[in-house]
């Protein structure tokens, strides 16, 4: 009797340790029960998450890949667009001075008349008194 009284109390003080026991026990029966199917489950577990890893790896380095031919695409378009502007900016600059020049010479010296007919080749509008 005074044996099952000390084994009682040590049971309430360490009652921690032998749930700790028992689940590991339990934990064991199921993972080795059955040729030892828990652990295979635990591996391929692991195997599918590694894959999943890499195949979002390499589907941010696509991501980042394509981002960065559409920028760079984008970037050469642009300066295609740009000399393209340069060039037509060029050819009107140059067919307003011929035109300028036309003006010039046809007006001969008339400064209302050069005005009058500046303003209307450029867009500026020239007041009288300035034309002296």
């Not at 099952?4 to 009652?15: G, N, P, T």
């Not at 790896?57 to 960065?68: D, F, N």
């Not at 695409?73 to 307003?96: H, M, S, V």
């Amino acid at each position: 009797m005074i044996f099952l009284s000390k084994a009682w109390e040590w049971i309430k003080k360490s009652w921690k340790l032998l749930a700790g026991l028992v689940i590991g026990i339990v934990a064991t029966v199921f993972t080795l029960g059955d040729g030892a199917d828990g652990f295979k489950i635990l591996k391929r577990f692991r195997k599918d998450e590694e894959e999943l890893d890499e195949k979002t790896s390499s589907e941010l380095q696509a991501a980042a890949e394509r981002e960065k031919r559409i920028e760079e695409e984008t970037a050469r378009r642009l300066a295609e667009i740009e000399e393209k502007f340069k060039e037509k900016n060029k050819e009107l600059e140059q067919d307003k001075k011929e035109e300028v020049k036309r003006i010039v010479r046809e007006t001969d010296g008339d400064p209302g008349e050069l005005a009058r007919r500046l303003g209307e080749l450029t867009g500026l509008s020239v007041a009288s008194n300035d034309v002296e």
